[in-house]
């Protein structure tokens, strides 16, 4: 059982350049969700979803698109990159049930120069 | 809306003194809370929750949390410190869409340090 997988586990991109953090999960979780993890600020919700086809903002959703086109994916794309977009990118699913804890992927260091 | 609070950015602890990690609450209606660990340079690990029931709920590595309604506290506490207990810690609420399990909402962390 893999839990949830993330790709890669580090990147460094310039400034304007696009990209795809890719997220699996092979537990059949409904929820998946994106979080940042920045120095001081914990962890902040970007995108999510309930299941296949329908995706909602978070509390950072700016520079940041998602699709979910299949239940065990949820990849977060970077349409033009930013420093500001320098963070630690965290994917998490989780039975949708308000009692369910999540799984966390291992994470994604982003560097954006 | 929901939130946590974590008041202390950093708790120091001597080996095998108990430690306690403070976390407050502010919901609407009952809160489904959480505890998770976040060793450096990994994801973060679930280590208790609180649905209902007993006050005192026992996690893994000898962890346990406190419930308080009255005071809106999930305190996170451990008898005997560990050096390898040292890492940051998140206190999370669940919120809800559609009225089932959605959002976590985190605190913003504690960083726990136990000497030797």
Known sequence: NAGVTQTPKFQVLKTGQSMTLQCAQDMNHEYMSWYRQDPGMGLRLIHYSVGAGITDQGEVPNGYNVSRSTTEDFPLRLLSAAPSQTSVYFCASSYLIRGGGYTFGSGTRLTVV | ?116
């Open chain 2, 1 to 116: 809306a929901q939130s946590v609070a974590q008041p202390e950015d950093q708790v120091n602890v001597a080996e095998g003194n108990p430690l306690t990690v403070k976390c407050t609450y502010s919901v609407s209606g009952n809160p489904y809370l959480f505890w998770y660990v976040q060793y450096p340079n990994r994801g973060l690990q679930f280590l208790l929750k609180y649905i209902t029931g007993d006050n005192l709920v026992k996690g893994s590595y000898g962890f346990e949390a406190e419930f308080n309604k009255s005071q809106t506290s999930f305190h996170l506490k451990k008898p005997s410190a560990l050096v390898s207990d040292s890492a940051l810690y998140f206190c999370a609420v669940r919120d809800l869409i559609y009225n089932q399990g959605g959002k976590l909402i985190f605190g913003q962390g504690t960083e726990l340090s136990v000497k030797p």
